[in-house]
């Protein structure tokens, strides 16, 4: 059952837009503020899910140029103009941090407010945000963006929106011949040509959107803590497989979420979602509103970063996250295979404090320590043998140590086999 809440509807005038803001219910407990967006969709599209959150304040709104927020100029909107917004409508309603959740284009301007306005968003969940540009089919996947706007631009609204469908419904790579013309009966659409243009998906918004790159490197080091969802019936599609992308490129899970791209969405948008379902994993997500503390680095003192590298790259299998070399610091950082917590190594103050090889008895953990054992024997790497300190899960280790005599014990935990700590939804 949807929920009928308090609701108060504001108008704030900002760079030549009159962008139309609802803010449901009022604070409540310890709660930050959410904001719920799309892009192009406007408040409407999220009404059903909104009934579903009751303990919170939530601000929906219409992206400028539709629905409920008119704007003065024309043409393209990029996705830092639609960040410039979101910043304004935070700042207006005086909301301090605010968790996000942005779903599709909305995500990808979400993105854009992130890293060009830090500070203002403590959690953002991202579902589904279409960054073609990070797909290995990502020429084929402009190029068939560029279709659907020649289809809308000659043959009007129908033409265009079944080439849209037809795109964000495809499954898998698309080939070099694209995805072919839609009929726009095959989905209900009208054939013919009204002469109505600038659609604010089709013209205004497609473009702009599925051209953004993310900048990674602003993101990670950022202060938000970013969750990239996807859908747990869009596997293989555009957005789907774009949220993957990114989630991988920032060493983050992809969490499903219930339904498709569009999960969120019910009746009241017209469509067939899950949103108390939705409501539900969301709120999961988001947790209860108290800080969060997470162990993410450690640093490790060594001698020489290249032999350092290689021996954990090579030999213990860590994953090389990035080496960064300037003027002030070679510095690299590494994380071993499904881990949520790095290693850094290199030659900053904080690194040079500690003499190379002081570092004792960090502990890795695996669901099967012979396997590890094995594994790590047959890249090279001296081991001590595997004991059995305690019957019980936990109470098997092994040891190593790194070129220059920092130690590492594995220890044997079956039970992560089944739950790891870090989850891919």
Known sequence: MTIER???????DHEGAALTVDVHGGPAGPHRPLMVIGSPMGADGFTDLVGHITDRMVITYDPRGTGRSPREETGEITPSRHAADLAAIIRALDLGQVDMFASSGGAVNALALVVEHPGLVHTLVAHEPPVLSLLPDAKAAHAAVEEIGRAY???????GMAQFIAFVSHKGEIGRGGIGTADPADFGLPASDDGTRGDPLLEVNLRPNTRYVPDDVALLGGSTRLVIAVGA?????????????????LHLPAIRFPGDHGGFAGPSAGMAGKPEEFAGRLLEVLGDGSLRWSLEVVIV???????????????????????????HMDVAQLTPRGSGCSIVMGTLPSHNEMAPGSLKGLHLVVPDARAAHAELRSRGVEVSDVQAFDDRDGGTFFGFADPDGNTWAVQQIQARREAPLLSPG
């Open 301 to 327: 003192p060594v001698t020489n970063l290249d032999v350092s590298i290689a021996f954990y790259r090579d030999q213990a299998g860590f994953t090389l996250d990035h080496r960064t070399t300037d003027d």
């Open 233 to 249: 019936e869009s596997d293989h599609e555009p957005a789907h497989r774009s949220a993957e992308a990114l989630a991988e490129i």
């Open 6 to 12: 308090a609701l108060r509807t504001e108008t704030l």
């Open 153 to 159: 631009q000659e043959r009007g609204f129908g033409a």
